[in-house]
């Protein structure tokens, strides 16, 4: 087959139709009511498990759960507070 053929049924194969509308396609389907909801049912749990790894002991603890933490701990050590005082002992206080 020539260079032109190839050219020619390229041409008249982007002109035919291709049997699927193009116009009016709706976006949203009826699945959507379905999948949105039990995405947001699996999610939930996830956000949970972050927010909660972010927090104290005493904080994962405290009922009703606090949504935020107080302080954030970093690279895996205990959180501190600007207002922990250090005990003569070397034991330090709990954070206020």
Known sequence: MSEIQTIELAARAAEEPTG???????????????????????VIPLVWML?????????????PPTIVADVAPSSGTTPT????????????????
Do not use: K, N
């Open 20 to 42: 699927q509308p193009t116009t009016g396609r709706f976006l949203f389907s009826s699945w959507h009511l379905v999948l949105i909801p039990i995405a947001v049912v699996m």
């Open 51 to 63: 927010v909660t790894s972010l927090q104290t002991l005493d904080e994962t603890r405290h009922y």
């Open 81 to 96: 507070c600007s207002s922990r005082l250090r005990s003569p002992g070397g034991s330090s206080t709990r954070c206020s």
